[in-house]
């Protein structure tokens, strides 16, 4: 089966088309003028949008040796994103769907994230436990089959990509945070400075507000004036050993208290090193498979989404071209397993 997906949830816009779960093409443009505004422009990002998703679609098509014709389904993010970048994406699909004779399946952009580690030559094993960290969320979930998904745990206030974001901005790194952090972490001592990690009512939640705010309150008491280099890098250390170790200790608590096969971390935030070395740890202390994908397809790419919408295809499931975007969950109207995330 040769499936064509479409990725425009926020800032990359992104083409794969797979031949069953052999991804043929994964082409991804990233909108990098953003970091002259310290974040994502909605209007900037469906323009791009706009003139990089034809040019993309020749692309793959050149770079699969897998016409258009050849195609057997077409799939496109229906949300959670921004509301303009994703009609872009999804209008494109649904036109070329029809345009074609082509089945067609909205996907949920976060699903795509939970199942991206099929994509590796190593899959993960029923039931897992699924980490999703990236810039918009933070879940816990346990995975008992295709189609089974259960929230344990999330956000009760900022994703973790956001901290990673906001504080960058606190200390003088830029935008996107993440990478910066993790290249300033490298050259700093994450002991010197104790950030708090937050107790939640609900032992699998999580919750980034109080530690972003900690970092500012330690800014703003012992850095009056322009800090170096030094200080910069210890700061971003310390709030990514709080940030990453809060995510861990969730995680081991739910290795506890479930039984799993296999570990999976997903997300945008997914390719920071940090994060995953823990990951590792939790997975030879338990004996537990662990499946991360590969960088490319920790952010946001269109092959997790073919991926996804291929598994709603083989099930059976489907769909119109009446299915319309949304900017954030819940999805039972785009008729995914999403609901529980409500």
Do not use: W
Request: hydrophobic share 40%; charged share 25%; glycine share 8%.
């Amino acid at each position: 089966m040769n499936i064509l997906g479409i990725e425009s949830s926020c800032d990359e816009t992104s083409i794969a088309i797979l031949k069953d779960d052999d991804v043929k093409a994964n082409l991804i443009s990233s909108q990098l003028f953003h970091k002259d505004f310290g974040g994502v422009v909605p209007e900037l990002s469906s323009r791009a949008h706009l003139q990089q998703i034809i040019p993309l679609i020749k692309k793959a098509v050149d770079e699969s040796k897998i016409s258009l014709e050849e195609i057997d389904v077409i799939t496109a993010t229906a949300g959670p994103g921004l509301i303009g970048a994703l009609l872009v994406g999804l209008t494109f699909g649904k036109s070329l769907a029809l345009a074609l004779n082509k089945p067609f399946v909205p996907v949920n952009h976060i699903e795509g994230h939970i199942f991206s580690g099929f994509l590796m030559e190593e899959k993960p094993e029923y039931p897992f436990l699924c980490t999703v960290a990236s810039g918009g969320h933070t879940l816990l979930l346990l995975v008992k089959s295709d189609f089974e998904i259960i929230k344990l745990g999330s956000t009760i206030d900022d994703a973790i990509g956001e901290a990673f974001d906001k504080v960058s901005k606190m200390i003088g790194l830029g935008y996107p945070g993440g990478p910066l952090i993790q290249e300033y972490a490298e050259h700093g001592d994450e002991e010197s400075i104790k950030f708090p990690i937050a107790k939640c009512k609900n032992k699998y939640d999580f919750s980034f507000s109080g530690l972003k705010t900690a970092v500012l309150r330690y800014i703003q008491k012992n850095h009056k004036e322009e800090f170096n280099d030094t200080e910069k890098s210890n700061i971003a250390a310390s709030f990514q050993k709080a940030a990453t170790e809060a995510i861990i200790q969730k995680v081991r608590l739910a290795i506890n208290e479930n039984k799993v096969k296999s570990l999976t971390l997903v997300g945008g935030v997914a390719a920071n090193k940090k994060l995953r070395n823990g990951f590792i740890e939790l997975g030879k202390t338990n004996n537990i498979k662990v499946i991360m994908p590969k960088i490319e397809y920790c952010g946001d790419n269109a092959a997790m989404i073919a991926f996804r919408g291929m598994q709603y295809h083989k099930a059976g499931k489907k769909f119109n071209l009446s299915s319309n975007a949304y900017p954030s969950l819940p999805t039972s109207k785009a008729g995914n397993a999403f609901d529980v995330l409500g």
